[in-house]
């Protein structure tokens, strides 16, 4: 830390001749190139200032910060007044476009010379034969500066830029300008052109202002400047909440029965279920509920589809695709194949609320699809508009508000009932659990389980592993694989080929029929 601190004694040195020197430029004849060594020197120093900055706030105690950091922003703003001199000077050079007449005259000035104006009489020398401005043809008329014409510099005085006190110079310090509302600091300071993070003058973008944060919201602004409701609107704004809840308690007057009905549904080893679906033309493909395909046993193919509900509400995604096969429950004849999404849940128990059974006598004698469908109860399969064709029949029945619809299934029931006096207690609950997202997302990359080689496998392939090769064509060559023969094979094949009780007497016979001398067992 004293090293660092020594440094900064040095690099304030430099500032402060720094600016004695452009003080003094103002009031001589100068020339661009002059300035711009001038600008060279003031970069190179800026980029020292900063980065000392850096290691003394990062090094220093906490009790001893705020002290450090105002003598840095006092050194920051005597470089961004030296900058601001330096780009002003420079601007009325190349308006009077005096440069190379000034140069000249600066060193060919009779004044009289002393050691210690030896180094900036050779940059100036320096300068001055390195200028080359080709005259005009018609002849350079260059005008005479007087040496008695009006400089200005901007002085950084130690006061407060807001209420032009000089007890403090910080304006995080100003109660005047604490007290003022939020709304009106921020008019403030882009008023006054300050950094909205450091509040000193703007010498420096705000992605490049090494201030801390805002403490509240993190924003790149300061604390003072956050408003007191941002901390809850950066959570609002940036953070799921974990669980949300919501209920409602609504009287219902009517309740709507909707197209169910209960059908045969063909599970992996050809044996059929029974399951309750819903006919609804108005989604765009058709789901099953995720416990009824593990029921099934179906074997499900991976799908990367979002499903979004009313509002366009991201209602999830889906844990995959089955192929289905469903027949009525009155028809085997009657039966459709297609394919359906997998849902954890397709929707709520249908009827929300029990309907009274009468609403049913006029149809008694029909074949209902769901003879139960004025009773609440899970839905399974929810087929859409990609089959709603398929399954239904031009048959249609109204009584009483209330419709029987012909399909393929039966006949199935929708419409209003008669009024009811229930009540409606309705409740949301969702968690968002960070763990079940990640846990679905590794399953959604990660390879599918490949089946171990069986025996015969694994022996066909160290088989080949061990005998092929290749010849001259580059075609491969592998031995025939024979089976071992088997113990208990051969012990069978014995027993069969024993004759019980005799002996076969070979002769010439045997021998010339065969071939061979056969030796029985």
Known sequence: MEG???????????????????????????????????????????????????DILCSCLDNEFDKYEQEMHELFDKLFSLKITLKDELKKLRKNGNS????????????????????????????????????????????????????????????????????????????SF?????????????????????????????????????????????????????KSDSQTENELPSISSNNAIVPATQAV?????????KGINGISQNCSLLIDSA????????????SLQLNRTKANISVDGLSSQKVGRVAGSV??????????????????????KITCDLPQCPVDASVLKTFKQLQLADVNCHQPGPIDIRLGADVFGEIMLSGHLNVSGISASESIFGRVILGNTKDISQTILSNHASCNAVEFELDKFWQLEEISNIKPYTQEETACKNHFIQTFSRDSTGRF??????????????????????????????????????????HPA
């Open 4 to 54: 660092l601190l020594k440094q900064k004694r040095i690099v304030k040195g430099k500032l402060n001749r720094l600016i004695t020197i452009v003080d003094n430029l103002q009031n001589q004849e100068n020339s661009i190139s002059v300035i711009e060594v001038h600008e060279n020197i003031v970069n190179a120093l800026d980029n020292e200032i900063n980065k000392l900055n850096y």
């Open 323 to 344: 192929k289905l096969q469903i027949t009525s429950q009155f028809n085997k004849n009657a039966s459709i194949t297609f394919d359906a999404l997998i849902m954890p």
């Open 283 to 294: 989604s765009q493909g058709s789901f099953i509920r995720e416990s009824c395909v593990n």
């Open 178 to 230: 604490l007290e003022l509302p939020n709304k009106e600091k921020w008019d403030t300071v882009k008023k006054l052109k300050l950094c909205s993070n450091c509040l000193t003058f703007k010498s420096h973008t705000i992605d490049k202002c090494r201030a801390e944060l805002c403490k509240i919201c993190t924003k790149p602004h300061n604390t003072i400047l956050c408003s007191k409701d941002s």
């Open 477 to 518: 060559a592998v031995k025939f694989p024979f089976r071992k023969s088997s113990k208990e094979l051969t012990n069978l094949i014995q027993e069969d080929l024993r004759l019980p009780n005799a002996s076969l007497s070979i002769d010439d016979d045997t021998v010339n029929t065969l071939g061979i001398l056969w």
């Open 100 to 175: 190379f007449n000034a140069c000249q005259n600066k060193v060919n000035t009779n004044a009289s010379k002393t050691l210690s104006s030896f180094p900036e009489f050779k940059v100036h020398r320096g300068l001055a034969s390195g200028v080359k401005e080709k005259p005009d043809v018609k002849g350079t008329i260059y005008k005479k500066v007087s040496n008695n014409s009006a400089y200005s510099s901007q002085i950084v005085a130690n006061i407060c830029t807001y209420c032009k006190s000089s007890s403090h110079h910080r304006l995080f310090k100003c109660d």
């Open 257 to 265: 029965l909707l197209p169910t009905a209960i059908v045969y549904v």
